[in-house]
């Protein structure tokens, strides 16, 4: 990995919060991502299952995690399964982690390779009565592809059907919302890597330069400081493009008076800034755009004003939307009448901002959280409102990445530029 080591008491904390979490005699099993095919021999990169990460801080794949608090045996009451590395691995696809590293790295102690899992599983399985498996729970997930923790929970039915099953994905969901001191650091390093991207641009999107042309110099950045790279597909979406939400071609010519919208971050050690910028090509707003770039970017710090303790996430959407409904009224897009006339489902600002304004941050882009949950300290949200206005092929959105504290919040990316007057100066300078 390309991030520096991550001290072990992080994970070693984290196991120790969920076991608090779990039902007497329970048993916790959790497996690594697959490295999926592409065509031929071909593999994607690895992604290890941000679930396991989160409790072991191993990233590698064929990895599987137990945790049994209450084990009989105290030996095996954390077990950890690797894959054995051999000469011929190490030529091909250089080292794996060894025991003595997976100790360092994950704070278990007691390692085996995954071949030999049954033989272990089978002295440990029989003590528990309930039986922890993960599955994927986002609300959003539309994913076709049948995981290995999927793939498990069904072979683990058809071996041992009198075990009673667990959710482990509610207690994932819970304990992930309130990031801890170390992954906060991690996060700020993420946004740190991303200003650095994002100040090299500033001096670099000039008309005829091409979408892609600023991706790779982003990428030249985001892995120069150690980040894998991307912490999402990046958008870089000139003129009318930027209307489109998820616009990810990248493949057109920054034209000169069009505005660019940059919805652009970097990962580092696994967790993910998530940054959006909108700045003028030419390095000069027109009137008309630096009206609507002002009422974003008041919507911005209203919103951001509200993400506090004690908050609730439909109650905030709700009032995000009547501060956008008095901007759009002021840009002359919608009128009195509109919003008289709307569906209460739909009101008349989505015609202009149809998309959230905040989601969960961490270990995933769209991290796990539950919704229903009021704002506690130590939660991480995107604060990203925008207006896109498709008869004028004009979109702006701002985002930021704000902690809850129990004095407000902190926004991690107050030392990126977003003042209109600041992004012009530095694209000037």
């Not at 641009?201 to 985001?222: Q, S």
Request: with cysteine; net charge negative; aromatic share 10%.
């Amino acid at each position: 990995m390309r991030y520096l080591p991550i001290d072990s008491s992080l994970f070693v904390e984290n196991r120790r919060r969920l076991s608090g979490m779990l039902k007497p005699k329970s048993l916790v099993i959790l497996h690594a991502n697959d490295i999926l095919p592409t065509n031929a021999d071909g593999t994607m990169g690895f992604r290890q299952n941000t679930d396991l990460f989160y409790l072991s801080g191993v990233d590698q794949e064929e990895t599987i995690l137990l945790l049994f608090p209450e084990h009989p045996d105290e030996k095996i009451r954390e077990v950890l399964f690797l894959r054995e590395t051999n000469e011929q691995i190490a030529i091909w696809e250089g080292e794996k982690l060894t025991k003595e590293q997976a100790r360092s790295t994950s704070g278990i102690q007691a390692i085996f390779w995954t071949h030999q899992f049954e033989a272990v599983f089978r002295n440990i399985v029989f003590e528990a009565e309930h039986v922890y498996l993960n599955t994927n729970e986002h609300t959003r997930n539309e994913s076709l592809v049948q995981t290995r923790e999927a793939r498990y929970v069904r072979e683990f039915k058809e071996k041992y059907p009198l075990h009673q099953l667990q959710r482990l994905a509610p207690l994932m969901h819970y304990l992930r919302a309130i990031k801890q001191p170390q992954e906060l650091a991690l996060l700020m390093q993420a946004c740190d890597i991303t200003r650095t991207g994002f100040l090299r641009l500033l001096k670099f999107v000039k008309p005829g330069v091409a979408e892609y042309e600023i991706e790779a110099e982003l990428l030249h950045e985001f892995v120069r400081g150690r980040s894998r790279g991307f912490a999402y597909q990046p958008i870089i979406a000139s003129g009318a493009n930027a209307c489109v939400l998820h616009y990810i071609q990248n493949n057109q010519l920054c034209q000169d008076g069009q505005v660019l919208l940059l919805d652009v971050a970097a990962e580092y050690a696994n967790y993910n800034a998530d940054l959006t910028r909108s700045i003028p090509v030419n390095g000069r707003f027109t009137p008309r755009q630096r009206a609507v770039y002002d009422a974003v970017l008041r919507v911005f710090k209203a919103a951001k004003s509200m993400l506090v303790v004690g908050n609730l996430w439909d109650e905030y959407h709700v009032e995000v939307g009547k501060v956008m409904e008095s901007e759009l009224l002021g840009l002359g897009l919608i009128t009195k009448e509109d919003i008289a006339k709307q569906d209460p489902d739909w009101p008349a600002y989505r015609k202009y901002f149809p998309h959230g304004t905040s989601h969960f941050l961490g270990l995933d882009v769209h991290d796990v959280g539950n919704k229903y949950r009021r704002f506690e300290a130590g939660m991480v949200f995107t604060c990203e409102p925008g207006i896109y206005i498709r008869e004028e092929g004009l979109g702006i959105r701002l985002e930021n990445d704000i902690l809850i504290t129990a004095d407000g919040n902190k926004d991690l990316m107050e030392h990126i530029p977003i003042e209109a007057e600041e992004i012009e100066e530095l694209m000037n300078a």
